[in-house]
T-cell receptor
Framework: GDSVTQMEGPVTLSEEAFLTINCTYTATGYPSLFWYVQYPGEGLQLLLKATKADDKGSNKGFEATYRKETTSFHLEKGSVQVSDSAVYFCALTHQGGKLIFGQGTELSVKP | DAGVIQSPRHEVTEMGQEVTLRCKPISGHNSLFWYRQTMMRGLELLIYFNNNVPIDDSGMPEDRFSAKMPNASFSTLKIQPSEPRDSAVYFC?????????????FGQGTRLTVV
């Protein structure tokens, strides 16, 4: 079945460092891909999305490109801030409407 | 819009008791999802509804769990009897489309502790 695999955390970075969180997926056809963010004590919020191959989703300085050839959707940010500390989830949706999540990657940004 | 509203935010109950979690989706959304989040298992989809009809309940762990959606603005997740291993954060989410939706909006979650 469909699945999402993320790099394991926690990831600890200094402020203004470059961030990459890897995400790969397994799915037949052409799923839509998402990154969600969860701040402590809160629900998940959509960060960005891409619905077809080569699309780039972007929001709040974060970017991810839908790579069909490598079945990947890696999250990047050029300069992280302390306020970016959170758990990040990669997800996909496919036929039938189920939203399937990766295991989440905790990011901690130190001043 | 107030977003997806879940109640209660926190619930502490004794093993064997019945627990009911409630969810009000965003008005106009016709898909609703129940997720469970634990450290060990991450985020698991328990069940989802389209237009108030359960579409996939394969994630419901066992018969102790049941979910209903009597109308478009309300859903419940019930655990009877509850067990300590049910302790988790339960999220409800809704989406504006049925098949092939593009994103889901999550509530704040209900933190359940079964002692």
């Amino acid at each position: 079945g469909d699945s999402v695999t993320q790099m394991e955390g926690p990831v600890t970075l200094s402020e203004e460092a470059f961030l990459t969180i890897n995400c790969t997926y397994t799915a037949t056809g052409y799923p839509s891909l998402f990154w969600y963010v969860q701040y402590p004590g809160e629900g998940l919020q959509l960060l960005l999305k891409a619905t077809k191959a080569d699309d780039k989703g972007s929001n709040k300085g974060f970017e991810a490109t839908y790579r069909k050839e490598t079945t990947s959707f890696h999250l990047e940010k050029g300069s992280v801030q302390v306020s970016d500390s959170a758990v990040y989830f990669c997800a996909l949706t496919h036929q039938g409407g189920k939203l399937i999540f990766g295991q989440g990657t905790e990011l901690s940004v130190k001043p | 819009d107030a977003g997806v509203i879940q109640s209660p935010r926190h619930e502490v109950t004794e093993m064997g008791q019945e627990v009911t979690l409630r969810c009000k989706p965003i008005s106009g959304h016709n898909s609703l999802f129940w997720y469970r989040q634990t450290m060990m298992r991450g985020l698991e989809l328990l069940i989802y509804f389209n237009n108030n009809v359960p579409i996939d309940d394969s994630g419901m762990p066992e018969d102790r769990f049941s979910a209903k959606m009597p109308n478009a603005s309300f859903s419940t997740l019930k655990i009877q009897p509850s067990e300590p291993r049910d302790s988790a954060v339960y999220f409800c989410a809704s989406s504006p489309r049925g098949q092939g939706y593009t994103e889901a909006f999550f509530g704040q979650g209900t933190r359940l502790t079964v002692v």
